[in-house]
C-alpha cells in the first residue's frame, strides 16, 4: 500500500514542551485512521506537521495534496456559506466553480444552507461548512482535528457517512476525536498517542481484545472469563451435556474506550 501520509521519527519541541517524541506512522491510500489520545497528547501538533505523498511538509506538492480542518477555526461571521467556499476555492485555486460547492454542500449536508450567513449557523452547522471547506481541490490526505466536537448525534451520523464516501473514493483520512465509539466504528486503524508518543496502535478489533464468553441459561446468565470464539462449542456441549438449556451466547470484547483507558497514563 503506497502511504500517502508518511511521517517517520518526527520530534517537535515548544521551549520547554516536548510536543511529539519521535512519532513514526503512515496513512494509505484510501486509509481511514484515528488518532486518539488526552488533552495535551500531541495531536493537533502531529496533525499540522506532515510528509504528504512523498513530497516534503510545505511544498507546493504536499500543500495540494492536503485538505485540512483545524481544532479552533472561525469564518467570517458575515459571510454566507457559499462565499466562505468561494473564498477557500481561491486561496486553493480550485477551478471547480459553482458544481463543485454545490456539491460539497450537499456531501456536509448543508444543500439547501448555500445563503445562510456563518453567524446564523449552529456550532455543528459551522463544523460541517469547515469539511466542506476541507475537501475543496479533491485533495489526497484529508486532516481532520476533532471535526465532530460540536455535532449532535444526526450531524455525527452525516460526518460518518461522508467519511465511508471519502474511502470509497479513495481519499485518505487521519482523524482526531476524543469520540472513541465513533472511531471503533468507521476507522481502519487506531492510533493512540499519549505524551508525544504512540502507545497503540492496530486495527479496532486487534485493539479490542476478547474478554469472555457470556452464556444465558434457564437457570440464569453465566460468563466463561477469557474464553474466545473457538471455546464456545465445547462450552455450549459441555453445558447441554450437564442438562442446561442453552438460550443464548454473546462473544465479549473490551471496548476501544477500555482499551484506551488501559493505556493512557
Ligand atoms: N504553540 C504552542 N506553544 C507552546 N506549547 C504548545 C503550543 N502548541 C501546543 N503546545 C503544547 O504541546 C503539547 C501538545 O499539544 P497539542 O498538539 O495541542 O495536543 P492535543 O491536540 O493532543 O491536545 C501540549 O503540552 C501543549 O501545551
Ligand atoms: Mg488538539
Redo the contacts with the bound molecule.
Keep these: 500500500m503506497a502511504a500517502v501520509l508518511s511521517v517517520s521519527s518526527l520530534h517537535?519541541r515548544?521551549?520547554a514542551?516536548?510536543?511529539?517524541s519521535g512519532v513514526t506512522l503512515e496513512v494509505g491510500e484510501a486509509e481511514l485512521v484515528g488518532l486518539l489520545?488526552?488533552?495535551?497528547?500531541?495531536?493537533?501538533?502531529?496533525?499540522?506537521t506532515v510528509t504528504v505523498c512523498g513530497a516534503p511538509a510545505g511544498s507546493d506538492t504536499a500543500r495540494r495534496s492536503i485538505g485540512y480542518l483545524a481544532?479552533l477555526f472561525r469564518f467570517p461571521g458575515w459571510c454566507t456559506a457559499d462565499e466562505v467556499l468561494v473564498l477557500h476555492q481561491r486561496l486553493a485555486g480550485s477551478s471547480g466553480g459553482d458544481a463543485e460547492r454545490r456539491e460539497l454542500l450537499e456531501l456536509v449536508g448543508l444543500g439547501r444552507e448555500a445563503r445562510r450567513r456563518v453567524d446564523t449557523m449552529s456550532k455543528g452547522m459551522q463544523q460541517r461548512l469547515g469539511i466542506a471547506q476541507a475537501l475543496i481541490g479533491s485533495p489526497k490526505l484529508l486532516l481532520l482535528?476533532?471535526p465532530t466536537s460540536a455535532l449532535d448525534p444526526a450531524g455525527r451520523r452525516t460526518v460518518r457517512e461522508l467519511l465511508e464516501e471519502l474511502r470509497r473514493r479513495g481519499t485518505s483520512v487521519l482523524l482526531?476525536t476524543h469520540l472513541l465509539s465513533e472511531v471503533e466504528h468507521v476507522c481502519d486503524r487506531v492510533l493512540i498517542?499519549d505524551?508525544?508518543a504512540i502507545v497503540a496502535a492496530g486495527a479496532p478489533a486487534e485493539l479490542t481484545r476478547a474478554r469472555g464468553v457470556q452464556v444465558e441459561l434457564a437457570s440464569g446468565t453465566r460468563v466463561f472469563d477469557g474464553a474466545a470464539r473457538e471455546d464456545v462449542p465445547r462450552i455450549v456441549s459441555d453445558l447441554v451435556a450437564a442438562g442446561e438449556q442453552v438460550y443464548s451466547v454473546q462473544l465479549l470484547r473490551s471496548t476501544l474506550e477500555e482499551r484506551y483507558l488501559e493505556v493512557v497514563a
Design positions: 517537535k515548544y521551549g514542551t516536548a510536543a511529539l489520545g488526552p488533552n495535551g497528547a500531541g495531536k493537533s501538533t502531529l496533525t499540522g481544532e482535528d476533532e482526531n498517542l505524551r508525544g
